[in-house]
């Protein structure tokens, strides 16, 4: 079945560690999003991807790290720069729309990561 | 650039009752629009969507939007409340333009249902 999976759904790290969660999609997407979850807050872009080797600052990319080096992969790293990294990560993917008219626009998200730093 | 608010960060309803979740948005190009519904520790699910075809847009689990140009709202509904509609509910938009496809979310519903 095509879908997107992000490993690991828990994940534990002690402050000041680099760590970093996975996200592989088998959709043939080519757009594929970070977003960071807090509660009341809905889902904020973290860094998002149009093409392989090549990736755009969302709206909270302070902090956070991606490669695209393959379609199927957009791996995200959480530095120690980032100064409240605990949160649910959702990734996500999508068609690009090649202008008026594009169906299926919507995006398929992962099961998500959960980040608590301690 | 394409916003959505979402009016009322928590509704709870009576089983069986109707469910109304109301979402604005605002965009400077015609939008597409989405309603994503998140249960606990789980990702997003597609109910349903607006790509400017019918403005009455029926999804999944018996949940339906409308959307209104004049209103620049697009209101999910549901006739009737049953328990597992208990969950997150997101509104969403994007632009039709290749260059502004991004999802932009509003900052949820949750929904209760009261038996």
């Known amino acids: 079945d095509g879908g997107i999976t992000q490993s690991p759904k828990y994940l534990f790290r002690k402050e000041g560690q680099n760590v970093t969660l996975s996200c592989e999609q088998n959709?043939?997407?080519?757009?594929m999003y970070w977003y960071r979850q807090d509660p009341g807050q809905g889902l904020r872009l973290i860094y998002y991807?149009?093409?392989?080797?090549?990736?755009q600052k969302g709206d909270i990319a302070e902090g956070y790290s991606v490669s695209r080096e393959k379609k199927e992969s957009f791996p995200l790293t959480v530095t120690s720069a980032q100064k409240n990294p605990t949160a649910f990560y959702l990734c996500?993917?999508?068609?690009?729309?090649?202008?008026?008219?594009?169906?299926?626009?919507?995006?398929?998200f992962g099961q998500g990561t959960r980040l608590t730093v301690v | 650039a394409q916003s959505v608010t979402q009016l009322g960060s928590h509704v709870s309803v009576s089983e069986g009752a109707l469910v109304l979740l109301r979402c604005n948005y605002s965009?400077?190009?015609?939008?597409?629009l989405f309603w994503y519904v998140q249960y606990p520790n789980q990702g997003l699910q597609l109910l349903l969507k607006?790509?400017?075809?019918?403005?009455l847009v029926k999804g999944i689990n018996g949940f339906e939007a409308e959307f209104k140009k004049s209103e620049t709202s697009f209101h999910l509904t549901k006739p009737s409340a049953h328990m597992s509609d208990a969950a997150e509910y997101f509104c969403a938009v994007s632009s039709l333009r290749s260059n502004d496809y991004k999802l932009s979310f509003g900052a949820g519903t949750t929904v209760t249902v009261r038996a």
């Open positions: 996500a993917s999508s068609i690009v729309p090649k202008g008026q008219g594009a169906v299926n626009t919507e995006a398929f």
């Open positions: 959709l043939n997407h080519d757009a």
């Open positions: 965009s400077s190009v015609p939008p597409y």
């Open positions: 991807s149009q093409i392989v080797n090549d990736f």
């Open positions: 607006y790509t400017s075809a019918a403005t």
